[in-house]
């Protein structure tokens, strides 16, 4: 229990650092080519950074027995209050409004490059048909333009990839502990050791969702490395300039 909590405590102040740390880059070093995607996922970190927070004041409890279900706060400020912890249980909600958000997003903005393309193809399909059969037709194209479409693949994938990795922090951290802990307390099945680490793994979801968001991003993740390679090089750079004063400095000589 000891080791568990130590973990718990030190997820819950990396989730705090790791969430800072990506909210900076998010406001430092974004692409403009990112536009509205940079609002959302500011407001990721920093409602990540808020759980953290209030993770860190109520901690929660699960106990099961049998087929009751309970959730307490552990926390020496808040004895027998109920108004917090239920307020925290309620705010996981918005991570998976927030989930479906941005699947809709990434959806948005590959049917908008698709449309865009599209329209491309058709007025440069009318324009050759008015051309040769001296008619303008712009409604009614269908269009397979091999080269746009490989254009749009790309852009899926690109967009598909970080969306399974951003998932997979919420649904193993968060869905399916909850999940396990009330539908099995209710289908009378025995809900084993994910009882003990539901708040575990919660409080993991924070700090990894903002180092997964960190790694997955190619700016944010360049950045990080070149905040931590100012870091090493500086103090190696300072030691070997004072070696090498101190080896030009002459020697006073001896005067007897």
Not at 28 to 42: E, M, N, V
Not at 78 to 96: I, K, M
Not at 186 to 198: E, K, W
């Amino acid at each position: 229990m000891r080791v568990t909590q130590a973990i718990d405590d030190w997820h819950l102040l990396s989730g705090i650092v790791t969430n800072c740390l990506l909210i900076y880059c998010i406001r430092r070093h974004t692409k403009l080519s990112l536009g509205a995607y940079k609002q959302l996922l500011t407001i990721f970190a920093s409602f990540d950074s808020f759980l953290t927070a209030l993770h860190a004041i109520i901690d929660p409890k699960i106990l099961i027995v049998n087929s009751t279900f309970g959730i307490i706060s552990n926390s020496p400020f808040l004895t027998e209050d109920r108004e917090l912890p239920s307020f925290y249980c309620s705010c996981f909600s918005v991570p998976f409004a927030l989930m479906n958000i941005h699947f809709l997003y990434r959806y948005w903005t590959v049917s908008a490059m698709s449309a865009w393309l599209y329209n491309s193809a058709v007025e440069l399909l009318s324009s050759e048909f008015e051309s040769r059969l001296g008619k303008n037709l712009t409604r009614g194209w269908i269009v397979m333009d091999w080269g746009h479409s490989v254009c749009v693949e790309n852009l899926a994938k690109q967009q598909r990839k970080p969306s399974v990795e951003i998932t997979l922090v919420p649904l193993v951290c968060v869905y399916f502990p909850y999940f396990c802990c009330i539908t099995l307390t209710y289908l009378h099945l025995p809900v084993s050791v994910m009882a003990y680490l539901c708040f575990f793994l919660t409080s993991c979801f924070p700090a990894w969702d903002a180092i997964i968001i960190i790694l997955l991003m190619s700016d944010y993740r360049h950045a990080v490395l070149n905040m931590l390679k100012r870091l090493r090089p500086t103090t190696i750079e300072g030691i070997s300039q004072t070696s090498m004063v101190m080896a030009t400095v002459p020697k006073p000589k001896d005067k007897s």
